[in-house]
């Protein structure tokens, strides 16, 4: 367990394969989701599983695996009544990934998710500051070795945020987003689009938005949680705005209460097909978000050959 091997690639302009998405991968198992937390409680509830679904992205080919703890962020923990939970779900998290890593006996990096669940506009940032620190804190004291800041579906200033309560830690920092095209301009801004019956959220736009990014956060940034197609207009604004590494960790398909809903027609090997474009055109880290899984982490690990 070390960034090391990562840094390597990274430094050597080698493609570092991330893992996918773990919710339905959970599911699959027959792991029971939460009405609240969905499967942020799994790593008490159902431990094994958890370390299950890390062993097949290691065995797929990830590089890094990524602790569950998306959904336990404490502002959202606190809101359902969890506050005396929030260490214990967040380091289970991290205890079971490691447990699958160990078990893999390979090199592979533990990223732990810190995200903005529960952190609405409306509280204001003042209210979200103390709950991002929280869970950064926890996820380095029990031992990750990297963090992922998976800001998506956040305002620019939630995002921004989330960066400065992320300085001084003195692990690596990488940071994701999500994107949508606005219907009216066209553009690409921050926001997200997960429902097939609402329009999609819209806020910054994204090239401004990375303008004010990248003065404070010079680690990997990464497109997330968005549609392929949204996913590489993206890629190539950011090749333009921002000088550090870039990654993608893209969504098929769309949320209907309470389960992400895969697109049927879309396969490992079309996956593969954005994956290997977007490697060419310089993307250094790649994996799957809503809807890309197991099978479609295996299809594009074969680009790290
Ligand atoms: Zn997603």
Redesign the pocket.
């Known amino acids: 367990m070390t960034y090391n091997l990562i840094k390597e690639k990274l430094d050597n302009g080698k493609l570092v394969i991330l893992d996918g ?1 773990m919710g339905s991968e959970l599911e699959k198992k027959g792991a029971k989701m939460d009405k609240d937390l969905w499967c942020g409680t799994c790593s008490v509830e159902f431990p094994e599983l958890v370390t299950k679904v890390h062993e097949e992205y290691i065995s797929a080919g990830a590089d890094i695996i990524t602790t569950n703890t998306y959904a336990c962020t404490p502002i959202s923990m606190k809101n359902y009544g969890l506050e005396k939970s929030i260490e214990e779900f967040n380091q289970k998290s991290v205890q079971v990934a490691k447990k699958a890593i160990k078990n893999s006996k390979k090199n592979i990096a533990l990223a732990g998710s810190v995200s903005a669940s529960g952190s609405f506009y409306r509280l204001g940032i003042d209210a979200m500051i103390p709950g991002f620190k929280k869970q950064i804190k926890i996820l380095k004291e029990e031992g990750v070795d990297l963090i992922i800041l998976e800001a ?1 579906s956040s305002q620019a200033d939630i995002v921004q945020t989330m960066i400065e309560c992320s300085y001084k830690i003195n692990i690596p920092v990488w940071l994701s987003i999500s994107c949508v095209i606005d219907d009216k301009t066209k553009n690409v801004m921050l926001g997200y689009n997960d429902t097939v019956d609402s329009p999609p959220e819209v806020y910054e736009n994204f090239e401004k938005s990375l303008n004010r990014f990248s003065k404070l956060h010079k680690g990997p940034i990464l497109i ?2 968005s549609d392929v197609d949204v996913t590489g207009k993206a890629i190539e604004i950011a090749k333009k705005n921002f000088n550090g590494i870039l990654g993608a960790y893209p ?1 098929t398909g769309y949320y209907e209460k309470p389960h992400w809903k895969f697109a049927d027609n879309f396969t490992p090997g079309d996956y593969l097909k954005y994956a290997k474009s977007w490697s060419n055109s310089g993307v250094q880290i790649i994996g799957g ?2 809807g890309l899984g197991v099978a479609e982490i295996k299809a594009i690990s074969v680009l790290k050959e």
């Open positions: 998405a998506m997330a949680h969504n978000c809503c």
